[in-house]
Structure formats: C-alpha cells, structure tokens
C-alpha cells in the first residue's frame, strides 16, 4: 500500500468514525435543536458564561432566592443557560415521565401528558391554562389530543418564541398561545379557564401557596387542576447527610428555591380553597422507574460533553456552554440517585377542583 491509499484509508476511517461518534453513540433523543445551534437563549453569546456565574451566585444567598421578586431572575437565567441543552437532548417536553415497557421514551411522554388532561375531562373548545409552559411539548400533545385551546406562560422569552415557532411548525398555532409572564401574577381574568395543569414547572416558586392561588383565582368554578410536583417523599430523612446532599445537588442543578415535601402539595392545596379529588405519588410501583431513561442516556452524555467542548473551542458555542453541560450532567446523577433511593419524585400528582359558584 503507498503512502497516499494509507492517508486516504486513515481519513475516510477517521471521517466515518466521527459520524458514528455523533450520530449513533448513546441515545439520541428527537429533538428540535443541533449542537451547532446551541445558544444562551436570550443572552448575548458572550455573556453567557457571567451569566453562568450569576445563576451559581444566587445559591451563595439562598434568602435571596426565596424573595418573590429574584425568583424570575434566577429562573429565567437558568432558562436562558438550558433550553437549547434540554431540546437538543432531551427532546420538546421538559419533564419525566415512569417508562413504559415497550414504548419509546417519547410515547411514555405523551402518554404521561394525555393524561393529565384526560383528568381534567375537559371538552373540545374549552380553554385550558399551562402553567409553566416550557417549549410547549405538552401543550402541544395536549391541544391535539383533546382539540382544547391551550394558552401556556412561562416566564422565559425565549421559551415563548421555540413554542410559537414549534406550534406553527405542528400546524398547531390555531389551538396553542404562549404569553410570556410570571405565573404568580398572571396577565388574566378572574374565572377565565375551563382547566389547568402544570407539569413539573411549580416547583420552581418560592412559595407554593401563591402559584396555587393565582391558578385558583383564573379558574372557574367547578372546574379542575391537576399538577405534577417535585417532592421528597416519605423515605427522605434530613438527619441522613447522603439524602441532604442528593437534595440539595437536585435543587442546585434545577433551579429551585427549595424542594418541597410530598405533605406539603395538599395540605396548601386545601389551603387556597381546592377540594382535593386525587393524590398520588406516579413515581410509585407498579410505576417503572422514570429515572432508567436518565441513567441510559450517560454515554450520550459523554459524547455530548466531548461535542460542547469542541464546538465552545471552535467559538461555534457560547463559551459557557460547557460549564452549564456539566452542572447538567451532574445534576442527572443527582436526580437518578433521588429516584433510585426513593427519596425523590417529580411526578407527586394532585388533581383538584375550585368548589362550583354557590
Ligand atoms: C423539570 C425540570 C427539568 C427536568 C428534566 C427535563 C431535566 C433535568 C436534568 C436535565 C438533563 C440532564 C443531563 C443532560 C445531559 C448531560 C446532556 O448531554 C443532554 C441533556 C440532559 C439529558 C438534560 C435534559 C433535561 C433534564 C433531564 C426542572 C428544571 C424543574
Ligand atoms: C421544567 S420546565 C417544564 C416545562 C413544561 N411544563 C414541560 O413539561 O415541558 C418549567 C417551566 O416553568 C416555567 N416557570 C418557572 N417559574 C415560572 C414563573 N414564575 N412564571 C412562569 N413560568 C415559570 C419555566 O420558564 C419553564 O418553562
């Protein structure tokens, strides 16, 4: 063999070896983004990574986070540093769902969001509220599989315009409305929806008792509300350091202000005047573990990793891209080890009614 056949073998060896490196290594997951179009959302390229040192800052005085009017801050940095991230490998819907045997990770998802909506039994036309809306993944397999007019808010603009442009794309804009706002202070009437859910999004308000009345002042009478909460369960110990250190990596790599309690969901429920038709922990067995898919996307992971850094190198991706990839990654630990250990569950659901008008 000459020298030219070895170069032109070595290279086209190499060539495929890459393709196969980022196609088919791990689990790609359907997306809507690239890793070359990886962005900081609303923040400008290069402030990216002091935008990344101000989300960290936040936890250095966690009062501060607690206070109503830093909570849209915090959460919308975290927003602008991960949309493009969760999108690219994760997929449209920002949650987890428990696997289902047989069905693909994305089948489990939908079929975790139609429910939520099949308990809310609401009828085609009716007008139904997303709370937290994300990139509008479940408001969009909502609104087809109910035919119901979903309005969605999140607090993150560029959140509302990936939802806009998906629901155009899905042909779906006639029945999907995104607003841009604060779900504690809402842009609507009184008695103005006919249902609405949040779904793993309320976890992210200082204080759980404003969310559920602000949801309970827009919903009218008689009407239902169904959540899917983050929450410690019952076989969380706060004397345990190895449980406090899982929460706590949970809390940092997502966000919130403070993890709540599973007692905590009914008991403010009750509080803001809902009655409470259904509880229940989906996490739960016979559930099969929602933490699997977590655990199975690692190599892709590193793949991802490898790929960030790469294109952050090349100036392709923000700079701070790779710092917010490996608090995700770690985070993922954190989250599979809550799941694992059962101390943790993302899918508490509560399903509540405003008592009909007297
Ligand atoms: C409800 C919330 C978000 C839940 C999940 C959608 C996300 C929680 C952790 C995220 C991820 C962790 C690891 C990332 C991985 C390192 C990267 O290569 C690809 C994306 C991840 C898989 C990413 C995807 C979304 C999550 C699973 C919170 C915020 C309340
Ligand atoms: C983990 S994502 C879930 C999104 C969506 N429910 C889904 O499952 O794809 C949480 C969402 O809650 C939104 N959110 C958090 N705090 C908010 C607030 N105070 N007001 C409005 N939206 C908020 C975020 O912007 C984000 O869209």
Same mark, same amino acid.
């Given at each position: 063999m000459d020298s030219l056949t070895l170069i032109c073998t070595a290279a086209l060896l190499a060539a495929?070896?890459?393709?196969?490196?980022?196609?088919?290594?791990?689990?790609? $997951?359907?997306? @809507?983004?690239?890793?070359?179009?990886?962005? @900081?959302?609303? %923040?400008? *390229? $290069? #402030?990216?990574?002091?935008?990344?040192k101000q989300y960290w800052s936040f936890f250095r005085s966690p009062k501060e986070i607690e206070t109503a009017e830093k909570v849209p801050v915090f959460v919308d940095t975290f927003y /602008?540093?991960?949309?493009? %991230?969760?999108? !690219?490998?994760?997929?449209?819907?920002?949650?987890?769902?428990?696997s289902l045997p047989g069905k693909s990770n994305r089948e489990a998802t939908r079929i975790h969001e139609e429910m939520a909506v099949d308990l809310l039994g609401v009828k085609p036309g009716s007008r139904i509220l997303d709370a937290g809306c994300g990139v509008g993944?479940?408001?969009?397999?909502? =609104? =087809?599989?109910?035919?119901? /007019?979903?309005?969605?808010?999140?607090? #993150? $603009?560029?959140?509302?315009?990936?939802?806009?442009?998906?629901?155009? *794309?899905?042909?779906?804009?006639?029945l999907c409305e995104v607003v841009c706002g604060n779900f504690l202070q809402m842009p609507f009437a009184d008695n103005s929806f006919d249902g609405v859910y949040s779904i793993e999004a309320t976890c992210h308000a200082p204080n759980l008792e404003e969310v559920y009345q602000e949801i309970y002042r827009v919903l009218k009478p008689g009407?239902?509300?169904?959540?899917?909460?983050?929450?410690?369960t019952e076989l969380y110990k706060a004397e345990d350091p190895e449980h406090v250190e899982i929460i706590h990596g949970i809390e940092?790599?997502?966000?919130?202000? @403070?993890?709540?309690?599973?007692?905590?969901?009914?008991?403010? =429920?009750?509080?803001?005047?809902?009655?409470?038709?259904? $509880?229940?922990?989906?996490?739960?067995?016979?559930?099969?573990?929602? !933490?699997?898919?977590? *655990?199975?996307g690692r190599m892709a992971y !590193?793949?991802?990793?490898?790929?960030?850094?790469?294109?952050?190198?090349?100036?392709?991706a923000p700079k701070g891209t790779v710092d917010v990839h490996e608090m995700l990654f770690v985070t993922a630990d954190y989250l599979a080890q809550g799941g694992e250990k059962g101390i943790f569950s993302p899918m508490h659901m509560i399903l509540c009614r405003k008592p009909a008008a007297e």
């Amino acid at each position: 063999m000459d020298s030219l056949t070895l170069i032109c073998t070595a290279a086209l060896l190499a060539a495929g070896g890459l393709y196969w490196f980022v196609c088919f290594f791990g689990s790609a $997951e359907v997306k @809507g983004k690239r890793a070359v179009q990886l962005t @900081g959302g609303s %923040i400008d *390229k $290069e #402030n990216v990574q002091d935008n990344y040192k101000q989300y960290w800052s936040f936890f250095r005085s966690p009062k501060e986070i607690e206070t109503a009017e830093k909570v849209p801050v915090f959460v919308d940095t975290f927003y /602008n540093l991960v949309t493009d %991230i969760y999108e !690219w490998g994760w997929g449209q819907s920002f949650h987890f769902s428990p696997s289902l045997p047989g069905k693909s990770n994305r089948e489990a998802t939908r079929i975790h969001e139609e429910m939520a909506v099949d308990l809310l039994g609401v009828k085609p036309g009716s007008r139904i509220l997303d709370a937290g809306c994300g990139v509008g993944g479940p408001m969009r397999a909502i =609104a =087809a599989h109910s035919k119901a /007019n979903v309005v969605g808010i999140t607090i #993150n $603009e560029y959140q509302v315009k990936r939802a806009r442009m998906h629901n155009k *794309k899905a042909g779906l804009d006639s029945l999907c409305e995104v607003v841009c706002g604060n779900f504690l202070q809402m842009p609507f009437a009184d008695n103005s929806f006919d249902g609405v859910y949040s779904i793993e999004a309320t976890c992210h308000a200082p204080n759980l008792e404003e969310v559920y009345q602000e949801i309970y002042r827009v919903l009218k009478p008689g009407s239902l509300y169904i959540s899917y909460e983050w929450v410690t369960t019952e076989l969380y110990k706060a004397e345990d350091p190895e449980h406090v250190e899982i929460i706590h990596g949970i809390e940092r790599g997502d966000a919130l202000p @403070g993890l709540r309690t599973y007692k905590d969901i009914a008991q403010v =429920a009750k509080k803001v005047g809902f009655e409470v038709v259904k $509880e229940k922990d989906l996490a739960k067995p016979p559930s099969h573990p929602w !933490w699997t898919r977590l *655990k199975m996307g690692r190599m892709a992971y !590193w793949r991802n990793h490898i790929l960030v850094t790469i294109l952050a190198f090349l100036g392709i991706a923000p700079k701070g891209t790779v710092d917010v990839h490996e608090m995700l990654f770690v985070t993922a630990d954190y989250l599979a080890q809550g799941g694992e250990k059962g101390i943790f569950s993302p899918m508490h659901m509560i399903l509540c009614r405003k008592p009909a008008a007297e």
